[in-house]
């Protein structure tokens, strides 16, 4: 008798364990891809043909001026082109690095601002991964006003992707790759690179440029699943000297 019960708890015991691990299955499964995103550093992979996008950016502080009660706003638009599982793909951006207004700043809207070009393509990645991509790119190669003076930042990177955790549940992302204007100030090449973690609609990374390490957490708006806000606390152990918080949309 004793046995016949011992068995039946058992029996419902494991009964409960699958229906929990079936629940818990379906939870993963109903929630949104995770989408990771690496910040502050250049990227591997890029818009495809017909893909355009536009991201809004503020600081509250300005690197230009070096004045730590100047604060800096900015405004990208790009777009895709090609297939790069094909034979490869372009992305096209345009910076406006002065966003000024008659209510804050000179006034001077779009006064200044600078051009970015990317080659990138979809490869067989490196083992552990689920997909990759290398990119070779040039910011400001042309610009106006005071980007001129800025000298053309030639980087190469590599990104990838690899899903972990039960069901999938999480995504991991990293990126690689040297650029040969990506040190502070813009005067001399730099290694950076990067890890993000995601679940769902929510990111985060970190990631270091030179002595600057730089700390994000973004989460796609459920109700506009294109739609991202990332917040980063950029050289955030002051190894660079330039501790900064930056808002992105």
Known sequence: MAAAIAAAAIGASAQAGEFERYARALSVLGENNPRPSVSSVASGFGAQHGQFFVAVSYSDRDLQ????????????????????????????S????????????????????TSTLKLHKSVTQMPGGDYASPSVGA??????????????????AYSAHRSIGKFSAYKLAYTFGYGS????GEAEGSFFGGV???????????????????VSAGMYLPSMPELMLTVTRADAFGGAGYRRNIFTL
């Open 139 to 156: 910011p400001n190669p042309t610009g106006w006003g005071g980007t001129k003076d800025m000298p053309t930042n030639v980087y190469a």
């Open 196 to 214: 993000a973690l995601a679940r769902s609609n929510f990111t985060t990374s970190l990631s270091m440029n030179e002595d600057e390490v730089n």
């Open 181 to 184: 204007s990506a040190g502070l």
């Open 94 to 113: 345009v910076g406006i690095t002065s966003v000024s207004t008659a209510w804050r700043g000179d006034g001077k809207f779009a006064d200044e601002g």
């Open 65 to 92: 001026t070096d004045d730590p009660n100047d604060d800096d706003g900015s405004i990208v638009l790009g777009l895709g082109f090609g297939d790069p599982s094909d034979l490869g793909a372009l992305e096209v």
